[in-house]
């Protein structure tokens, strides 16, 4: 299993950490392998936190003056 050099998206690493549990829900995995797998998916799951959070600070609102607000500063207007 090679790292890829290129930056993984969301959904992409999603589908990585499908494929990992796949691996490690197969009744004849050696150890190592679950071991390398099991590695492999922290590593996936970490990436996609980092993605999730780096969103999260990304999104914004729009205020009842019209003016962009970071999402969670302030009150929302329903």
Not at 2 to 12: D, F, I, P, Q, V
Not at 49 to 64: A, G, H, P, R
């Amino acid at each position: 299993m090679a790292e890829e050099t290129r930056k993984l998206s969301l959904e992409e690493n999603f589908a990585r950490l499908e494929e990992l549990i796949g691996e490690l829900e197969r009744d004849d995995i050696p150890l190592e392998e679950a071991f390398a797998a099991y590695s492999a998916g922290m590593a996936v799951l970490k990436q996609c936190n980092d993605q999730i959070d780096k969103v999260e600070k990304q999104v914004l609102k729009l205020t009842e003056e019209g003016e962009l607000e970071e999402f969670g500063n302030g009150r929302i207007s329903i």
